[in-house]
């Protein structure tokens, strides 16, 4: 069992900078493709990022291409989603999850674990 724990939400004007975490425990870190979605109020969790097992490939969202970039470190069990210039509409909760698996994951639904969330507000 994979438990997965995010950080680094928070408060940023538009046009701001955070990085977001994802701890891990409790499996072999290294042999999960991980993802990264958020959800808004009153939408649908949305895809966002994902990267394999070994940092060789990552695939974004079209909302988000160009503005974040997602990384791991594998020593430290921990993935990362860099987000630069945000905007009020990147407000929303954000969650990492984790699959067994090699091939980089789009669906919510084919993920395995799920962190808690983190929340970050971008005001404007």
């Known amino acids: 069992q994979v438990q997965l724990v995010e950080s680094g939400g928070g408060l940023v004007q538009a046009g701001g900078s955070l990085r977001l975490s994802c701890a891990a425990s409790?499996?072999?870190?290294?042999?999960?493709?991980m993802g990264w979605f958020r959800q808004a109020p009153g939408k649908e969790r949305e895809f966002v990022a994902t990267?394999?097992?070994?940092?060789?490939?990552?695939s974004y969202g079209d909302s988000v291409k160009g503005r974040f970039t997602t990384s791991r470190d594998n020593a430290k069990n921990t993935v990362y989603l860099q987000m630069t210039t945000l905007k009020p509409e990147d407000t929303a909760v954000y969650y990492c999850a984790a699959r067994n698996g090699v091939r980089l994951v789009y669906r919510r639904e084919e993920y395995d674990y799920w962190g808690q969330g983190t929340l970050v507000t971008v005001s404007s």
């Open positions: 990267i394999t097992q070994g940092s060789a490939r990552t």
């Open positions: 409790g499996g072999t870190f290294s042999r999960y493709v």
